[in-house]
Every structure is written in structure tokens, then in C-alpha cells.
């Protein structure tokens, strides 16, 4: 009795600590993680099919991001002059060896608004008059030292621009890291293969196979979610009660694709956005191929002759 009490005590304890450590995602009603993972496929045949997946984690080697800067002004020559002092201004407190910087021009708009005209019996009218010049541009800043992003929006808000528009991630051993994967995956599907003949005694040496394979890659920037945490109490109230709700902070996190149905992954600690590339190769081997005979045919040659009897004819 003793035995089962500890049994059921471990068993809630080990379930309450699970729950701690999962966040505050739990807060959010029937969370679904979606089916980021790559899937190829055959045409449907009476077969047997042998497939090995891979992940790699490829932290990244350099990356871009993208602040959006916007200005309007009564002239172009005021609109041009704010906006460039703004960026100009910025960019003086970067380290020219740690950055490389572009400057993309957007749009160049002229901007109206409305103005009333003054009749006398008549419907109030209003038509639109040039007020100003809008001007939108992007700054575009590479980097390779992920904590460098910190002095990057530091700067630029000294100078109203806060606008940070996406990251990107870039790798340079992209090729070398997919022919690791292929290796590894060659090695596997060979391994389970043999197993298979081991199990059902069949040698597919001389059966018909084909084989695909593929990848599939994500980047940080596709894998961001969201969620909002808080927990209401529920009130039995009249309908005609007025309800004052709060708005709720939405949190972005990062979640990556979770490892749970690969043969193989490669740097399988994530700490911090990392690129996924993720790998498959599928064999299919025909089991309805026709074995060929082993027994020999005998052909028999018949001559006929003119009074129409037929009589064996043997050839050397």
C-alpha cells in the first residue's frame, strides 16, 4: 500500500512540475502547434516504402534587417532634407567595420487634404488641395553579432525611426550542411533496409525500386507566434450590465519546429532563431514483380508434308 501511495505522489508531482516549465502558453485556449514537417510522397502502389527524415539547426552567420523610415514635409526640398538628416545622423554612430548599410527608396507621394468651400445656398462642398509631400524610405543593415541589434535600435531611435520592419537570417554552409544530411540519411535507410529483409526473409536486390527525395527549409521569420496570457473570473451578470474590459498584451515567441519524428538531427540544441533545414529521402520497393521461371521450355519442330501428315522434326 505504501508503494502505490508513493507511486501516485511522484506521478502528481512530476505532472505539476511538466506544467511549470511549459509557460504561460498554457493560458491560451487549445494552443495547435502546426505540421511544419516536410512530407514527400509516391503514387499509391502495393509496395513497401522505406523513409528516413533529417533536421539540421544552422545558426545564422549574418543577418539583415530592415528599418522603415517615414517623413512629410510642405515641399520635396523639406521632405528631403528632414529625412536625410534623420538617416545621415544615425548612421554617423555605427561602426563602419560591423556594419553595411543601404538605404532603399520606397515611395515619393504628394500628400492632399480637404477643404471647405463657402457657398450660399448650397450643400456644404469640399475638395481636396496639395498639403505636402510624403517620403518613405528603408534602411537595410547587415551584421553578423545577433547582440549588436540592441546598439542598432538604440541609435536609431535617437532619431524618431522605430520602425524595425522583418530580420533575416543568412547561412554560408547551406550546401555543405544538405550533403551531411544526405550522407547520414544514406546510411540509415541502407540500415533499415537490411532490417526489412531480415524480418520477412525477402531479398530486394532484385526487385524494382525508386527513390525521392527533397528538402524543405524555414527561417526564423516564418516561425514567430503569438499568444495572449490571463486568466478572467466569470460573473453572473444582467444583460444590461456594462462590462469594462481590459486589453490584453499578445506575446511573440519563437517556436521552432520540434524534433520529435526525425531519424536524425544535427546541432539539436536551439537557444536562440536558428535556420531549419529539413530532409527526407523515401525508397519504394514493387513486392507484386513477377519472379521469373527457373524451368526450361522445350520447343518441338513439325514438318508437314504434301499428303498432309505431320511428322516430329528434330534439329541439331
Known amino acids: 500500500m505504501k508503494k502505490i501511495v508513493l507511486l501516485l505522489f511522484s506521478t ?48 545564422a552567420d549574418s543577418h539583415v534587417a530592415i528599418f522603415s523610415v517615414h517623413q512629410v514635409g510642405k515641399t520635396t526640398e523639406e521632405v528631403n532634407t528632414l529625412i536625410d538628416e534623420r538617416i545621415n545622423n544615425a548612421l554617423k554612430e555605427f561602426d563602419k567595420e560591423a556594419f553595411e548599410v543601404f538605404v532603399d527608396m520606397i515611395s515619393f507621394v504628394p500628400v492632399y487634404e480637404f477643404e471647405k468651400e ?23 543593415i547587415k551584421y553578423t553579432d545577433s547582440n549588436l541589434l540592441n546598439s542598432v535600435i538604440t541609435s536609431l531611435s535617437k532619431h524618431e ?24 540519411a544514406q546510411s540509415i535507410i541502407k540500415e533499415k533496409i537490411d532490417n526489412y529483409e531480415t524480418i520477412v526473409s525477402i531479398e530486394v536486390d532484385s526487385l524494382d ?22 486568466n478572467s473570473t466569470s460573473l ?27 531519424d ?30 527457373t524451368h526450361t521450355v522445350q520447343k518441338e519442330y513439325i514438318l508437314l508434308t504434301p499428303d498432309g501428315t505431320m511428322k516430329p522434326l528434330k534439329l541439331d
Open 264 to 293: 536524425f538531427v544535427i546541432n539539436p540544441t536551439i537557444f536562440k532563431p536558428v535556420i531549419q533545414i529539413m530532409y527526407e529521402v523515401k525508397v519504394r520497393i514493387n513486392l507484386t514483380q513477377p519472379t521469373q521461371s
Open 118 to 140: 463657402k457657398k450660399v445656398f448650397s450643400k456644404k462642398t469640399y475638395s481636396e488641395i496639395p498639403a505636402g509631400f510624403e517620403l518613405k524610405k528603408n534602411i537595410h
Open 161 to 184: 525611426i522605430y520602425d524595425l520592419v522583418r530580420v533575416d537570417y543568412f547561412a554560408n554552409d547551406i550546401e555543405a550542411i544538405k550533403k551531411e544530411m544526405r550522407q547520414k
Open 12 to 59: 502528481f508531482f512530476a505532472t505539476a512540475l511538466i506544467g511549470q516549465e511549459a509557460g504561460n502558453i498554457n493560458y491560451q485556449n487549445q494552443v495547435r502547434f502546426s505540421d511544419n514537417n516536410i512530407n514527400i510522397g509516391f503514387q499509391s502502389y502495393t509496395e513497401h516504402f522505406v523513409s528516413v527524415k533529417g533536421m539540421a539547426n544552422v545558426p
Open 209 to 230: 525500386k525508386q527513390m525521392t527525395e527533397g528538402y524543405k527549409v524555414m527561417l526564423p521569420v516564418e516561425m514567430y507566434k503569438s499568444y495572449q496570457a490571463y
Open 236 to 262: 453572473n451578470l444582467k444583460k444590461s450590465a456594462n462590462v469594462n474590459q481590459v486589453d490584453k498584451t499578445t506575446t511573440l515567441y519563437y517556436q521552432p519546429i520540434i524534433d520529435k519524428e526525425f
